[in-house]
């Protein structure tokens, strides 16, 4: 009764007195507040700015469990690395922080998805940072998205942990394209913490939209930004690709005092939007004494696939930095420009920069026009040709499945010449890579092979396509495996590994086979 009298009261107050005051001192009924008595704040009505309406806490994704992987990327790993099914299982599962650590840096550099569900129960459970982050790195390597919700739920809020941790998640999020971390993400760059500024930035321009891309533009207005703060807020919209930029970007572009980068990222974005007006401000600005904003006018210019835009990635071949000619080959590899390969062959053969020139390779490989593979074959089959060269132009030709039957001849001119071993590891090293029964004769080759280093190289070929042609080969190594041996047989190990033959039991059966034989003798 006491605590309504007590509200009664207050609201009596509230509409009494506020009302006199307002008749003599504020004629505008909008800057009082009619119950609270109190003056409205002058921000009160206001529109919120962009920074307002987008910055705060981000929902957390829904927790999920790792893709199934690819079945014939599992097969693949099983034939090439049998043992270990069982063996990576139990260090995930027993093992010791170090031997955890090992295992998982070499499952992200294989691409390793046979553990997927054991690598996340270890993320849930274990207690060690280093260990989280490794597995954060193996799942943004396999591109699972499985760990979004961890990653969201730190970026929320980070301030309790390590900075490689968040950079981390900052990474992880912009793999899994995560569109639900855009408040966390522009919190932390609204934040005076600048540890978290690049990571939020380079995050935004992979999980951002227009936006977010005029929020950019409003923070580039700011005048305490650093140069490097500013650079990196262009090259990041340029990135969101939002055309309600344009206008702001060809504004930095065209501008000769304005920084450098600033400029350069500009020409970069302006093509990426595609617009017509744009490709002639490209044109004009490929004119300019700046090698690296040509360059960047280039990575512009491929972005208009048309007679005009190829011109100028031709002219881009004949540039006087080497940049800008490297840039003009990826453009002229990327959009198909097959009328670009007699310059492409002149650079290959007279480039000064061998750079430009293993680029004009790979650029031929692609183009695949008949002057260019000319080239090419000439590269294999020609004595007068360095071994270097032959080997990095196989490469590129295996890549795109060219030129087989002359670098499967090739290889078999090094494997009678040990003068060119070295020649014949690249070769081997390379075909490894790609089942193609092509590589079965060489493959046994190898195998029989009294050099070490090319029978170990020989099984890696085997090991890929399964030959049968080589198993007889295989088979007869893989029997001479013994871990007790006192010169133990590395070769022969890796071959019964291979074929998934149990060592240990291998072992105990030749253990046996010495005694018996010892006690022969004896008797």
């Known amino acids: 009764m006491k605590r309504s009298l007590l509200f009664l009261s207050i609201m009596l107050f509230a509409f009494l007195v506020p009302a006199q005051e307002t008749s003599v001192e504020n004629e505008n009924a909008s800057d009082f507040d009619v119950v609270s008595g109190a003056a409205v704040s002058e921000s009160y009505g206001k529109k919120k700015s962009l920074a307002e309406q987008l910055a705060g806490v981000s929902d957390v ?21 049998p043992e ?53 790195f193996f799942f943004k390597t396999v591109e699972d998205p499985c760990l979004e919700d961890y990653a969201v739920m730190i970026l929320n809020d980070p301030y309790e942990e390590k900075t490689s941790t968040v950079n981390a998640c900052f990474s992880y999020i912009q793999m899994a394209k ?45 005048d305490d930004l650093t140069v ?36 350069m990222y500009s020409a970069e974005a302006i093509g990426a ?20 904003l040509r360059q960047y006018v280039i990575k512009g210019i491929a972005h208009y696939k048309n007679k005009e835009a190829n011109d ?49 390779i790979a650029a031929l490989a692609k183009l695949n026009t008949s002057r260019g593979n000319d080239y090419l074959l000439s590269q294999i089959t020609e004595k007068k040709v360095p071994d270097g060269q032959k080997s990095r132009v196989a490469k590129i030709l295996l890549e795109e499945g060219r030129g087989i039957s002359e670098i499967v001849e090739l290889t078999k001119e090094t ?4 003068k060119r071993k070295q020649l014949r590891y690249a070769l081997g090293k390379e075909m490894a890579k790609y089942d193609n029964s092509a590589f079965s004769e060489v493959a046994l080759e190898f195998i029989t092979n009294k050099d070490s280093t090319t029978i170990g190289t020989g099984l890696e070929i085997w090991s890929k396509g399964r030959y049968s042609n080589c198993n007889d080969a295989v088979n007869e190594l893989a029997d001479k495996a013994d871990l007790n041996a006192k010169n133990k047989n590395q070769l022969a190990i890796k071959a019964a590994r291979l074929l998934g033959r149990d060592l240990e039991k291998q072992t105990e059966q030749k253990e046996n086979e010495r005694k018996a034989g010892e006690n022969t003798k004896k008797m």
Not at 242 to 249: I, N
Not at 276 to 290: K, T, V
Not at 336 to 347: G, S, T
């Open 61 to 81: 994704p829904s927790s999920k469990r790792p893709k199934a992987p690819d079945s014939a990327k599992v097969a693949d790993l099983n034939n090439t690395d």
């Open 228 to 263: 490097a703060q500013r650079q990196s807020l262009v090259r990041v919209l340029g990135q969101l690709n939002a055309v309600e930029t344009y206008d702001k970007l060809v504004e930095y572009a065209q501008d000769a005092d304005e920084n450098a980068f600033v400029r």
């Open 84 to 136: 270990a099914n069982e063996k990576n299982a139990e260090i995930l599962k027993f093992g010791l922080e170090e031997d955890i650590a090992e295992l998982l840096d070499a499952m992200t550099k294989n691409k390793d998805v046979r553990f997927m569900n054991e690598v996340y129960d270890l993320f849930q459970e274990t207690k060690s940072v280093s260990i989280r982050e490794k597995i954060l």
């Open 273 to 292: 939007m595609q617009n017509p007006e744009g490709q002639e401000i490209l044109a004009e600005l490929f004119e300019s004494e700046n090698p690296n």
């Open 415 to 418: 494997l009678k010449d040990d």
């Open 312 to 360: 100028i990635l031709i002219q881009g071949l004949k540039d006087s930095h080497y940049k800008v000619r490297q840039e003009a080959i990826t453009a002229i590899k990327e959009n198909d420009v097959k009328e670009a390969d007699e310059y492409l062959i002149y650079r290959a053969k007279k480039d000064p920069v061998q750079a430009v020139k293993n680029d004009s």
């Open 178 to 222: 995560t569109k639900e971390a855009v408040p966390a993400v522009i919190t932390l760059l609204e934040s005076d913490n600048e540890e978290y500024f690049s990571g939020a930035l380079e995050t935004l321009g992979k999980i951002g939209g227009s936006q977010e891309a005029l929020y950019i533009t409003e923070f580039l207005e700011r």
